[in-house]
T-cell receptor, first 112, second 117 residues
Framework: DQQVKQNSPSLSVQEGRISILNCDYTNSMFDYFLWYKKYPAEGPTFLISISSIKDKNEDGRFTVFLNKSAKHLSLHIVPSQPGDSAVYFCAASDTNAGKSTFGDGTTLTVKP | DADVTQTPRNRITKTGKRIMLECSQTKGHDRMYWYRQDPGLGLRLIYYSFDVKDINKGEISDGYSVSRQAQAKFSLSLESAIPNQTALYFC????????????????FGEGSRLTVL
């Protein structure tokens, strides 16, 4: 049973518009949620995180929203830029266990 | 130089061969992880280690073994490689940080692409 799901394998948006990437989870033990960005031939790099006690965290163009009752989080990128084109992984962390579980990723393409 | 270094970056081998993937880090982190990524799929945890004497199995440890030679080094071995172990392998580290600051953030190497023929 997949504990972290990203139901959209791909997303294409126009430069300047908003990108919204979604993620659902099932395990209530997760206490932090993170987004990672991955370019080809590179390892994933941390983008932004949110604690389970928060409902929003913003960092520049990137905002993560958490709906704990729905076990759903989303990453908003505004405005989207061509350099944002990458694979985005949602990860849920159980910090007590010291482990993270990843979704399958969403490939974002931002068209100029 | 990268903080988390994986060697080799690419390896092609044959079924039944023993393969070792190595990971070293200069971040001074205690926790190290090995993940596997298959096309179109996320990262799945193979093994993780919280310190030199603490090794734990992840969700897909069968067919793999690990060695934590030092705080900075964590190796992944495939004792007898099989074609369905063809994948991209990532090493990662994390740090507990200060009190209340641990988020589970992982720092990844650039990956080791393994092909088993």
């Amino acid at each position: 049973d997949q504990q972290v799901k990203q139901n959209s394998p791909s997303l294409s948006v126009q430069e300047g518009r908003i990108s919204i990437l979604n993620c659902d989870y099932t395990n209530s033990m997760f206490d932090y949620f993170l987004w990672y960005k991955k370019y080809p031939a590179e390892g994933p790099t941390f983008l932004i995180s949110i604690s389970s006690i928060k409902d929003k965290n913003e960092d520049g163009r990137f905002t993560v929203f958490l709906n704990k009752s729905a076990k759903h989080l989303s990453l908003h990128i505004v405005p989207s830029q061509p350099g944002d084109s990458a694979v985005y992984f949602c990860a849920a962390s159980d910090t007590n266990a010291g482990k993270s579980t990843f979704g399958d990723g969403t490939t974002l393409t931002v068209k100029p | 130089d990268a903080d988390v270094t994986q060697t080799p970056r690419n390896r092609i081998t044959k079924t039944g061969k023993r393969i070792m993937l190595e990971c070293s880090q200069t971040k001074g982190h205690d926790r190290m992880y090995w993940y596997r990524q298959d096309p179109g799929l996320g990262l799945r945890l193979i093994y993780y280690s919280f310190d030199v004497k603490d090794i734990n199995k992840g969700e897909i440890s069968d067919g793999y073994s690990v060695s934590r030679q030092a705080q900075a080094k964590f190796s992944l071995s495939l004792e007898s490689a099989i074609p369905n172990q063809t994948a991209l392998y990532f090493c990662a580290t994390s740090d507990l940080g200060g009190s209340g600051s641990y988020t589970g953030e992982l720092f990844f190497g650039e990956g080791s692409r393994l092909t088993v023929l």
